[in-house]
């Protein structure tokens, strides 16, 4: 049963990409259209065509290697420029790499002028004005953006996320020191924990703490005020069967791990968990999957956002973290970059264990193909070609020089020739092909550990 399962994760996630890349190819199409750009083809993958169909000026089809997909616009780079030496001015002889990615620039330049027609003049991307080239290649990101944002959304309204709640999971009869942390019974000489002596039982909802009202996710609040008042009388209200109940606790003075924002331990520089001398009561509370209000979807997807920035931004270190563990001994980081592959793998994980609800499972899947189109959405702006980012720069100074001739009235100004970009493109694809080899292959021998 496992095994189907984890195929069907897998499943799931192809198909959630193939929607992803589908729609994105759609954001760059429907602008394109309304411009009235021609666009001969709007293809699903690479390689041989496996199905198509015609419809209007444009040819929608799957090909065999699902890896991406494109669209073909007309005139996506100008003619070549006339030739030096036409108008009989002596021609430089140009040298080995001028000769070399010369004729590749040519190359390129026929294989993407092929298809345009006598009746594309004014329908050609580069004669497009700035404006609305930059809308066309920022149409595709901007559709994962929003896919990202609406299954995030459904998440976190519908399906909720995991918070901890203030509702009482366990009270302990005493408290530990740090002379007798490893013990796993209380002795006669052990302090009792005040809120054992307070009378709250697993079960209890915390409604107030020194009269400061708390809501249920709001368990760090109601800790905050505990650690802050070691030796001080502590009021509480809470529900229990339904029935509203108070009480007085004194928190006990001890040595408690540091936490940050989200709960978790912080370790110093040394490596080693910090600790502070806060009051602590003995109980731990439930974790329970809240719904969130709409209000708070912007602020998860900028904070999953800025986090993908971050790994872009380091993305070498990043890679080098990721070549490291693959051909060593060290452990993947679990916030790291994957690849396709390795997505996959985590939606099959997901999908087999047993400790999981179907539920959880499918909010965690919508959660990771979200994630996957907040990441494509911030991948695609890197302004590099052959990336949507680099065709936005290039029409950014395609503009800037045209704004420029205007003002100095500069007359028959040439457009912005990036094709002539194409061995930086090149070095860029190559390294995305080494980036994704190493991903592929480090998700296969050495993935990510979940469980």
Known sequence: MSTVLF????????????????????????PAKLFGLRVPQYMIGFGKTLFSFKRGETQYGIKMLPLGGYISMVGMYPPRPAAEGEAGTPRKKPNLFQRVFGQM????????????????EGRMFYQLPTYKRIIIMLGGPFMNLVIGFVLIGIVLTSFGIATTTTTVSEVYKCIATAENADQTECSASDPAAPAYEAGLLPGDTITSVNGIAVAQGEWNKLTDVIRENPGQPVSLEYTRDGTSRSTTMTPYLTDRPVTDANGYPVKGADGEYEMAKVGFVGMSSTVENLPQPLREVP???????ANIGNVILHLPQRMGDVARAAFGSEERDPNGPVSIVGVGRIAGEISAEDSISVGDKFATLLSLAGGLNLALFAFNLIPLLPLDGGHVVGALYDGLKRTVARIFN??????????????????????????????????????????
């Not at 026929?110 to 027609?117: I, L, M, T």
């Open 7 to 30: 195929i069907l994760g897998v499943v799931f996630m192809v198909l959630a990409i193939g929607v992803s890349i589908a729609l994105h190819e759609v954001g760059h199409l429907v």
């Open 105 to 120: 620039v040519d190359d390129a330049r026929s294989q993407a002028n092929e298809n345009v027609k006598p009746e594309d």
């Open 299 to 305: 602020g998860v997807v900028g904070t999953q956002l």
């Open 410 to 451: 500069i007359k028959n100004v040439k457009p912005v020739d990036t094709i002539k970009m194409l061995p930086l493109t090149y070095v860029v694809v190559v390294a995305m092909l080494a980036m994704g080899g190493l991903l592929i292959y480090a998700d296969i021998f050495k993935p990510i550990q979940l469980f």
